[in-house]
């Protein structure tokens, strides 16, 4: 069982890195709004990538890994969409992404409840400190449902995801 754990640990420092390299270094989305197309249409071929390989394994020890590396890879990319819908000026907020984010409030929740039995299992810190994980998780996750609904009550019904094809144009 360790080595699942250490396997999904390792998938996951991978994954992070490959979407920090992708937004950080390669796309700058201040001054070209195709690269927030490009940067949403990679992030969701990742997360279909992952859920066509885990509808194939089964419920296997490589599945356990492959299914917690769909889950955290469609957090990333909803709470990415959520935020980044917010805080770039030259993308108009879009009620469809509020609803994206609250759709991954659920992955998020598979990710971080199958940390919290990690650490339970593995006895790494007291339950006192389990508790307070446990209450920063709530609040993670509540902020995360605050911030879809805040987003689809301001937003507008505009898909702001631009088709490969006007990335051209």
Same mark, same amino acid.
């Given at each position: 069982?360790?080595?699942?754990? #250490?396997? $999904?640990?390792?998938?996951?420092?991978?994954? =992070?890195?490959?979407? &920090?390299?992708?937004?950080? !270094?390669? /796309?700058?989305?201040?001054?070209?709004?195709?690269?927030?197309?490009?940067?949403?249409?990679?992030?969701?071929?990742?997360?279909?990538?992952?859920?066509?390989?885990?509808?194939?394994?089964?419920?296997?020890?490589?599945?356990?890994?492959?299914?917690?590396?769909?889950? #955290?890879? $469609?957090?990333?990319?909803?709470?990415?969409? =959520?935020?980044?819908? &917010?805080?770039?000026?030259? !993308?108009? /907020?879009?009620?469809?992404?509020?609803?994206?984010?609250?759709?991954?409030?659920?992955?998020?929740?598979?990710?971080?409840?199958?940390?919290?039995?990690?650490?339970?299992?593995?006895?790494?810190?007291?339950?006192?400190?389990?508790?307070?994980?446990?209450?920063?998780?709530?609040?993670?996750?509540?902020?995360?449902?605050?911030?879809?609904?805040?987003?689809?009550?301001?937003?507008?019904?505009?898909?702001?995801?631009?088709?490969?094809?006007?990335?051209?144009?």
């Amino acid at each position: 069982m360790k080595s699942v754990e #250490f396997k $999904v640990l390792i998938a996951l420092v991978m994954l =992070g890195v490959i979407y &920090l390299i992708m937004d950080a !270094v390669v /796309l700058d989305y201040q001054d070209n709004i195709t690269h927030y197309s490009i940067a949403f249409y990679y992030k969701f071929a990742i997360c279909a990538f992952l859920l066509i390989s885990i509808t194939s394994l089964g419920y296997s020890e490589k599945g356990v890994v492959e299914s917690t590396m769909f889950h #955290f890879s $469609v957090s990333v990319l909803c709470l990415w969409f =959520g935020l980044s819908n &917010l805080l770039l000026s030259n !993308v108009e /907020l879009s009620k469809y992404v509020g609803l994206i984010v609250f759709i991954g409030c659920f992955s998020l929740f598979n990710v971080l409840s199958d940390a919290l039995e990690m650490l339970r299992e593995k006895q790494v810190f007291d339950m006192g400190t389990l508790r307070i994980i446990q209450k920063v998780v709530n609040v993670l996750l509540f902020s995360t449902i605050c911030l879809s609904i805040y987003i689809v009550v301001s937003g507008k019904w505009t898909w702001v995801i631009q088709s490969p094809f006007d990335w051209g144009h």
